[in-house]
């Protein structure tokens, strides 16, 4: 019983350091001049600016995610997690949206300025990433439209300037070959694009729409027995056609662990794209066992 009630001592130590946190993450990006996110955009909260550009009528729910892979800490073998605060947002027309704004590490808190990390948004079961925080309010409005623009290019890109004795230099010598060269008609056309081969991470709030077959996972009789009850979160990676390849319990109870991996690699999404291409993506499902649950 000893080894129990210190094993619940330090979850719950856990757990209340992970709500401070995530207070703080929260209130940071909350409060933050939105032109430090973008140069181009007014000079005021971030909140007040967000809450016009998604209107009140939309649903707001803002928690700490991890945003981008574990990192090494400089010297150090040591691991950490990026940290961000994210907002979901479920928009009047039925879109949902993830915005999520960088703001330190699990380690080590809340720690430099926060940065604008990405936006995606979800309509009709294809994602429109945001490249830029000042498109996130068109984007909103019509994310078709952005979705096959050419990649912007560096503002420190020297012009091609001709050289003026151009038409002095030699002429390269021809090779009259009697082979004849494919037309531009007959040249093979471009490969499609190819989805990039890393997950992307997306907020389980934006792909609930798109959930085909869901499964809550039924609470083990050991578990029962230990008193074990509470959220356990699984990381789970989608594949291009919707089925769950990978899943894996991060947090709660080990002895809920089993019983909420099984559940979620029974999950079943619509295929996601991004920009029009089939794309796996990765997500956190929570579920949550309680004394009653059957």
Known sequence: MKISVIALCVWMGVVTQMESLEKQAISMAQQAPVSSLDAQLPDRPFSSWFGEVVGRDAGVV?????CGGPAAAPGGTEQDLPACAEASVLMPNGNR??????????????????????AVIESDGQLYQVRQLRDLQAMMQSPRKFANLPP???????????????????????????????SNEEEKPPSPPVAPSAPQKISQSVLEGIVIKKRM???????????????????????????VIEAKAISGHPALFNAAVDAAREWVYKPTTLNGIPTKVETVLTFTFSPGSQ
Do not use: C
């Open 62 to 66: 803002w928690q700490l995610s991890e």
């Open 97 to 118: 949206m993830i915005l999520a704004i960088s703001v330190g590490t699990f380690k080590k808190g809340v720690t430099g300025q926060p940065a604008f990390f990405r």
């Open 217 to 243: 996972p039924s609470y083990p009789l050991s578990a029962r027995s230990m008193n074990a009850f509470g959220k356990v979160q699984v990381r789970i990676v989608i594949s291009e056609t919707g089925t």
């Open 152 to 182: 912007e290019l560096p503002a420190d890109l020297q012009p091609v300037i001709l050289r003026s004795d151009a038409a002095k230099l030699p002429t390269p010598a021809v090779d009259f070959d009697s082979t004849p060269r494919p």
